[in-house]
């Protein structure tokens, strides 16, 4: 095990009804005005919204709108949030949502005390210094970035999707209930469990020193997810493995899963990325096509850590049989596993290689993930 320090700021406050804290949590914090950032307006026809404002202006705190913030989150909705929030001189950025939103609202926090545009912060031009605080109420359990501190967001003009990260950016509350989950439709229900999966299996697979706790601990949110995604999709009001899911997620990318690691990256969601700026597919179902496809590329790089997660997670004995295990998983649950599925054909590969390339660089593992390399795993990714 790799020396390392474990540092994760984020207070949790997991269980039923918990959104209605959130204006005496602000009010802790000192906070008299703030911007509230969601989605769709379903959250104001389940009453979510009404739940929140009246806690916050319970509180004494006033609200500003910024709605509409859309899966694959965009940099123009970004800088508009920015616009409202220096607007309104607003103390502090309030997420209602899943991982959209929350990440927009990391950006803009981050965006509002940054001199320059946004963007510098994503392509590494300028750093982040600071940010307001950032508090959330989480609808949809995928990302974990209610207890991490990255924010991925699409410039829709250079079809570009990439991430900041920093110690400003962790939310300083964020509100767990997962009775709030319970309306998630089944589609995006199962492209929660392959980018949670996701998140679990970059580290494990890619690290050249890979502690055996750390793939035990990977390997049990793994089989958490497999077995509450299961009894969700037969009944979606059991609460209890509601909040397994919801644990889980959260577990697989706050930074746990990772200490005491080395030499990790995250490819599946680099050649991904590239998927979601082109196409729009949702990310999870872009990383259940892609997750197979590397997989039967890299196996005989790490073939000890396959087998284990061959017999580990499906009780089968080899690597390949473990990788055929998930595909069909995700099959049976009902997350694509093929471009085609996606309305992603082989005429749209060269553009997709070119992106893909330029993430492996932002990620930093162009060396490995040559023009060669990426071509073969998209074509695993094509095959019937």
């Given at each position: 095990?790799?020396?390392?320090?474990f540092?994760?700021p984020?207070q949790?406050?997991?269980?039923t009804?918990?959104?209605?804290?959130i204006g005496s949590i602000?009010?802790k914090?000192?906070?008299k005005?703030?911007?509230l950032?969601?989605?769709s307006?379903?959250?104001?026809?389940?009453?979510?919204?009404?739940t929140v404002?009246e806690?916050?202006?319970?509180n004494?705190i006033?609200?500003?709108?910024?709605?509409?913030i859309v899966?694959n989150p965009l940099l123009?909705?970004?800088?508009?949030?920015?616009a409202l929030?220096?607007?309104?001189?607003?103390?502090?950025i309030?997420s209602?949502?899943g991982?959209?939103?929350?990440?927009?609202?990391?950006a803009?926090?981050?965006g509002?005390?940054?001199?320059?545009?946004?963007?510098?912060?994503?392509?590494?031009?300028a750093?982040i210094?600071?940010?307001?605080p950032?508090?959330?109420?989480?609808?949809?359990?995928?990302?974990g970035?209610?207890?991490?501190?990255g924010?991925v967001?699409?410039?829709?003009i250079?079809k570009e999707?990439?991430a900041?990260?920093?110690?400003?950016t962790?939310?300083?509350?964020?509100?767990?209930?997962?009775?709030?989950?319970q309306?998630v439709?089944?589609?995006y229900?199962?492209?929660?469990?392959?980018?949670?999966?996701?998140?679990?299996?970059?580290?494990?697979f890619?690290a050249?020193?890979q502690?055996?706790?750390?793939?035990r601990?990977?390997?049990?949110?793994?089989?958490?997810?497999i077995?509450?995604?299961?009894?969700?999709?037969?009944?979606p009001?059991?609460?209890h493995?509601?909040?397994?899911f919801a644990?889980?997620?959260?577990q697989?990318?706050?930074?746990?899963?990772t200490?005491?690691t080395?030499?990790?990256s995250?490819p599946n969601?680099?050649?991904?990325h590239?998927?979601?700026?082109l196409?729009n597919?949702?990310?999870?179902?872009g990383l259940s096509?892609i997750i197979p496809a590397?997989?039967k590329?890299?196996h005989?790089r790490?073939?000890?850590?396959f087998?284990r997660?061959?017999r580990?997670?499906?009780r089968?004995?080899?690597?390949?049989?473990g990788?055929?295990?998930?595909?069909?998983?995700f099959d049976?649950?009902g997350?694509?596993?093929?471009?085609?599925?996606l309305?992603?054909?082989?005429?749209?590969?060269?553009?997709?290689?070119?992106?893909?390339?330029?993430?492996?660089?932002?990620?930093?593992?162009?060396?490995t993930?040559?023009?060669?390399v990426?071509t073969?795993?998209l074509q695993?990714?094509?095959?019937?």
């Amino acid at each position: 095990m790799k020396n390392f320090t474990f540092f994760n700021p984020t207070q949790i406050e997991f269980g039923t009804d918990k959104e209605q804290l959130i204006g005496s949590i602000l009010a802790k914090h000192g906070i008299k005005k703030v911007l509230l950032c969601y989605g769709s307006d379903r959250i104001k026809r389940d009453g979510l919204f009404a739940t929140v404002s009246e806690s916050l202006y319970a509180n004494g705190i006033i609200l500003a709108e910024c709605s509409g913030i859309v899966s694959n989150p965009l940099l123009s909705k970004v800088r508009e949030g920015i616009a409202l929030a220096r607007a309104h001189q607003v103390d502090a950025i309030v997420s209602v949502g899943g991982g959209s939103v929350l990440d927009s609202s990391k950006a803009i926090a981050a965006g509002v005390v940054y001199q320059g545009d946004v963007w510098d912060l994503f392509i590494r031009k300028a750093s982040i210094e600071a940010a307001l605080p950032i508090f959330s109420i989480l609808t949809l359990a995928a990302t974990g970035s209610e207890m991490n501190s990255g924010a991925v967001v699409t410039n829709e003009i250079s079809k570009e999707k990439f991430a900041i990260s920093s110690v400003h950016t962790f939310p300083k509350v964020s509100i767990v209930n997962p009775a709030l989950m319970q309306t998630v439709s089944r589609d995006y229900l199962v492209y929660s469990a392959a980018d949670i999966i996701a998140h679990c299996i970059e580290g494990y697979f890619t690290a050249t020193e890979q502690p055996t706790f750390q793939s035990r601990m990977v390997e049990a949110v793994i089989n958490t997810v497999i077995e509450s995604t299961e009894i969700l999709l037969k009944n979606p009001a059991d609460y209890h493995a509601r909040a397994d899911f919801a644990w889980a997620s959260t577990q697989a990318l706050n930074g746990l899963l990772t200490a005491g690691t080395g030499g990790m990256s995250f490819p599946n969601h680099m050649m991904e990325h590239s998927l979601s700026a082109l196409f729009n597919v949702p990310h999870g179902a872009g990383l259940s096509v892609i997750i197979p496809a590397w997989m039967k590329w890299y196996h005989s790089r790490n073939p000890a850590q396959f087998q284990r997660f061959a017999r580990t997670i499906f009780r089968v004995d080899t690597a390949e049989q473990g990788i055929a295990a998930l595909e069909q998983w995700f099959d049976a649950i009902g997350t694509p596993t093929r471009l085609s599925q996606l309305g992603i054909t082989e005429a749209d590969l060269p553009a997709t290689i070119d992106n893909v390339l330029g993430n492996a660089k932002w990620f930093g593992i162009a060396p490995t993930y040559t023009r060669d390399v990426v071509t073969t795993i998209l074509q695993n990714a094509l095959k019937p």
